[in-house]
């Protein structure tokens, strides 16, 4: 795909960006990017484009767009006049992607808005980067190597800061447990 960019052909990164821009905006929102999330991911779509020279031949798309989108969003937090809040990087995520399936039974889904309300208030009392691991690796489900590529970190340190970060959020969610018949990582 990559090649057909380079070679002039526009739709070719139309492609792209609508196989990516899902999981770009998610990334955006979890990252703190809040209601700026599209203006983020547009602008990251747009420096990729024009970064596409720079692009390593046979790496994957994904996490070098990813990585792009975490710089956009850290210097759009860090240029913005007021610090994002809780509720709006809650509501910005959940625009992004419903996670509560409409049919579901109230009391579950109040159940599943509490337990991602004390995860996220959980999060961001990490460091940034416990909190990007984090986040790469579990909220945009991304497995190991594609994490340490988004993030330009080796894999040995991609496990370490994960084991560390995993271990904060153990002692700041004494009472967090995984969903029933999930894995480990809900």
Known sequence: MIARVRAGEPEAYAELVRAHTGIALRAAAALGAGADAEDVVQQAFVKAYCALGRFRDGAAFKPWLLSIV??????????????????????????????????????????????????????????EEHRLVVTYRYLLEMDEPETAQALGWPRGTVKSRLNRALRKLGRLLPDFRPREGGDERG
């Open 70 to 127: 975490a710089n956009e969003t850290r210097n759009t937090v860090r240029t913005a006049a007021r610090q994002r809040t809780l509720v709006g990087r809650e509501a910005a995520f959940v625009e992004a992607e419903p996670l509560i399936p409409e049919s579901a039974d109230p009391a579950v889904a109040t159940l599943e808005g509490e337990r991602r309300a004390a995860l996220l208030s959980a999060l961001e009392k990490l460091s």
